[in-house]
């Protein structure tokens, strides 16, 4: 069974800083993209940033040049540097992998828990 532990979200006021990371666990044959999505209420899950296993990354134009990922392939673990956060960056934040846990098997899409992130004075 895998699965995808996040951490790092919380309250933090416009033009702070934020890093939110998620660690996969379980038997893992081989882990391909990585990414975070973010929910706020009443929208859709939006992708925000992604990085594939060969580290290329892409982000929604909204955080380019404030948001950085970053992923760790020994440690099946991705980073989301979030910096000059404004409040339209409050939403849910999901971290997703697609990992084959098996090399007969296709790769499966996998998703955390969330973790809330609030930009509030």
């Known amino acids: 069974q895998v699965q995808l532990v996040e951490s790092g979200g919380g309250l933090v006021q416009p033009g702070g800083s934020l890093t939110l990371s998620c660690a996969a666990a379980g038997v893992m044959f081989s882990v391909d993209f990585m990414g975070w999505y973010h929910q706020a209420p009443g929208k859709q899950r939006e992708l925000v940033a992604g990085?594939?296993?060969?580290?290329?990354?892409n982000y929604v134009d909204s955080v380019k040049g404030r948001f950085t990922i970053s992923r760790d392939n020994a440690k099946n673990t991705v980073h989301l540097q979030m910096n000059s956060l404004k409040p339209e960056d409050t939403a849910v934040y999901y971290c997703?992998?697609?990992?084959?846990?098996?090399?007969?098997?296709?790769?499966?899409?996998?998703w955390g828990q969330g973790t809330q992130v609030t930009v509030s004075s």
């Open positions: 997703n992998a697609r990992i084959r846990t098996h090399m007969m098997v296709p790769y499966v899409n996998y």
């Open positions: 990085v594939t296993s060969a580290g290329l990354t």
